[in-house]
């Protein structure tokens, strides 16, 4: 199932979040967003009745199965294109901004051939 572009860079955010704390909440998401958290709250609310998400009664959140294979899969996207940018010169910075935007509307053929590549 495809899913937009904004969804995708909200689900890889939780995900990344987690990595970093143990528990994640509408207001982190918030803060390393920049957005605001009625913004927040309505995508998280959105996600939930789609079974992307859990929240628990004390507000943290939690990657579905689901919502942790599109997280999953935009962050592998994300690491690979930038590990290709740079590896053809381009600056790190400029590459996972690049990465960031590419990850979304690139095909499953040319990722796939970018990833062999690498290797």
Same mark, same amino acid.
């Given at each position: 199932?495809?899913?937009?572009?904004?969804?995708?860079?909200?689900?890889?955010?939780?995900?990344?979040?987690?990595?970093?704390?143990?528990? $994640?909440?509408? $207001?982190? /998401?918030?803060?390393?967003?920049?957005?605001?958290?009625?913004?927040?709250?309505?995508?998280?609310?959105?996600?939930?009745?789609?079974?992307? /998400?859990?929240?628990?009664?004390?507000?943290?959140?939690?990657?579905?199965?689901?919502?942790?294979?599109?997280?999953?899969?935009?962050?592998?996207?994300?690491? $690979?294109?930038?590990?290709?940018?740079?590896?053809?010169?381009?600056?790190?910075?400029?590459?996972?901004?690049?990465?960031?935007?590419?990850?979304? $509307?690139?095909?499953?053929?040319?990722?796939?051939?970018?990833?062999?590549?690498?290797?």
């Amino acid at each position: 199932m495809k899913i937009q572009e904004s969804a995708e860079n909200y689900l890889e955010t939780i995900l990344l979040l987690k990595n970093k704390k143990s528990e $994640v909440r509408s $207001v982190d /998401i918030a803060n390393e967003l920049g957005f605001t958290k009625p913004s927040i709250s309505r995508a998280m609310s959105l996600f939930k009745q789609e079974g992307y /998400i859990t929240v628990s009664e004390h507000g943290i959140i939690s990657l579905t199965e689901s919502g942790l294979n599109i997280a999953r899969r935009v962050t592998e996207r994300h690491r $690979v294109l930038s590990e290709f940018l740079i590896s053809i010169g381009v600056d790190p910075k400029t590459a996972g901004e690049d990465a960031c935007r590419i990850e979304h $509307v690139i095909s499953e053929e040319t990722f796939d051939k970018i990833k062999e590549q690498l290797k």
